[in-house]
């Protein structure tokens, strides 16, 4: 037990809980979401609408989410995984029959009093029902076949439902998040191997079913496939987004252009610049120096997380983390190998960077789960 633990355990619980935080990973967390805000005053022209004001007063509705989490006992949440899980399905379900419509996708909710994209929720209670189960499970059952069933319909059900809206990048999200709790449940590797030759496959049989009558993808994504595959084939068309963003990318140089005097976000060039290639604006205006920054904080950020989960004591605990940052690992990577044209559009937000309500405040609970599990671990 070191100095601090000995001294912090004769301060009452309620403070205690609040000693217990890990501060590094909150600091780091917020230094993000400052940055994303920074960078949406610049898109608006030096302006804090219409993106950093709105995305302001979401962040603090979701710091404040985040710390009620990390104060709540873990067993709760634990308790709570399954209700939490069928609750994501329903407003999955509601978006089918319910939901608004916007650029060709029909992914939103209206609840009356906030607008929510369930898919960001799905891939949180994903892993808290995943975590639950393998802690429930015993270790000699985990690979076994009938035992296997379970975890593997509860990520197939909403990881359909999100296809179906149709969100391919998120639905891949969901379906990578879920298979790595379960890798790190102790499932063998060889289930993982077979899956893998199982979806070489499905690419293939989603490449051959192109212009037939069982096309298996919609045209805009196949239109992203060759975008991806050969930019400069519609420079001026399918091409035009990855094209402009590879300009804005490349245009920064070291140290960048300079704090708002990015040019292909200012003279809208860059498609999505608030979302999608908000990155790319960031490469522009700061540079090889600026990107490699958010870079270091995502990996900080990754640090602290997995350095909670190798410090749980309980499988849940450590399931859980380590699914979340999985998931925050994920949503960053294809981001950054989307916008800089190694890997096809798929519409992946930069986390706590992009503007958008429900990606935030989802992810700033995630972080909750994980303080939440940080500050109640046996010490």
């Known amino acids: 037990m070191s100095y601090l633990e000995y001294n912090v355990k004769y301060v009452p619980s309620g403070i205690r809980k609040l000693l217990y935080l890990n501060w590094p990973l909150i600091l780091l967390v917020t230094a993000v979401c400052g940055l994303g805000f920074l960078m949406l005053y610049s898109i608006a022209g030096g302006s804090a609408d219409p993106w950093m004001r709105p995305q302001l007063q979401r962040f603090?509705?979701?710091?404040?989410l985040m710390m009620i989490v990390a104060l709540v006992p873990i067993w709760f949440w634990?308790?709570?995984s399954v209700l939490a899980y069928l609750i994501s399905l329903a407003l999955l379900v509601a978006v089918e029959f319910f939901g608004e419509v916007g650029m060709g996708a029909q992914r939103w909710l209206n609840l009356g009093f906030i607008t929510i994209q369930?898919?960001?929720?799905?891939?949180?209670?994903?892993?808290?029902?995943?975590a639950a189960y393998y802690d429930w499970l015993p270790g000699r059952k985990v690979s076994h076949p009938f035992?296997?069933?379970p975890p593997i319909l509860l990520i197939v059900l909403p990881t359909v439902l999100v296809l179906a809206q149709p969100n391919l990048g998120t639905s891949v999200l969901i379906l990578v998040t879920g298979a790595t709790v379960m890798f790190c449940a102790g499932v063998h590797w060889l289930y993982f191997a077979t899956v893998i030759g199982s979806v070489a496959g499905a690419v293939t049989a989603v490449m051959q079913s192109r212009g037939?009558?069982?096309?298996?993808?919609?045209?805009?994504?196949?239109?992203r496939i060759d975008t991806f595959l050969d930019p400069t084939s519609d420079p001026m068309g399918a091409g035009y987004n990855i094209t402009q963003a590879t300009i804005a990318l490349g245009s920064g140089g070291w140290t960048g252009r300079g704090f708002m005097q990015g040019t292909q976000s200012r003279l809208n060039f860059l498609?999505?610049?608030?979302?999608?290639?908000?990155?790319?604006?960031?490469?522009?205006?700061?540079?090889?120096i600026g990107s490699m920054t958010l870079l270091v904080l995502y990996a900080l950020i990754l640090i602290f997380c997995f350095t909670a989960a190798i410090q749980q004591k309980d499988k849940y605990s450590a399931l859980l983390i380590s699914g979340i940052s999985?998931?925050?690992?994920?949503?960053?990577?294809?981001?950054?190998?989307?916008?800089?044209?190694?890997?096809?559009?798929?519409?992946?937000?930069?986390?706590?960077?992009?503007?958008?309500?429900?990606?935030?405040?989802?992810?700033l609970v995630g972080f909750g789960l994980i303080q939440s599990a940080h500050v109640h671990r046996p010490r």
């Open 78 to 80: 634990r308790n709570m």
């Open 60 to 64: 603090g509705a979701g710091f404040a």
């Open 271 to 288: 498609p999505e610049k608030q979302t999608d290639f908000i990155f790319n604006t960031l490469a522009e205006e700061f540079g090889f």
């Open 326 to 363: 999985m998931s925050f690992f994920m949503l960053f990577a294809v981001n950054m190998l989307m916008v800089m044209g190694l890997a096809p559009v798929v519409g992946v937000p930069l986390p706590l960077v992009s503007y958008g309500g429900s990606a935030l405040m989802v992810l």
């Open 118 to 130: 369930p898919s960001e929720v799905a891939k949180i209670t994903l892993v808290m029902v995943l």
């Open 147 to 149: 035992w296997m069933l």
């Open 212 to 223: 037939t009558t069982w096309q298996l993808l919609h045209d805009y994504q196949y239109r």
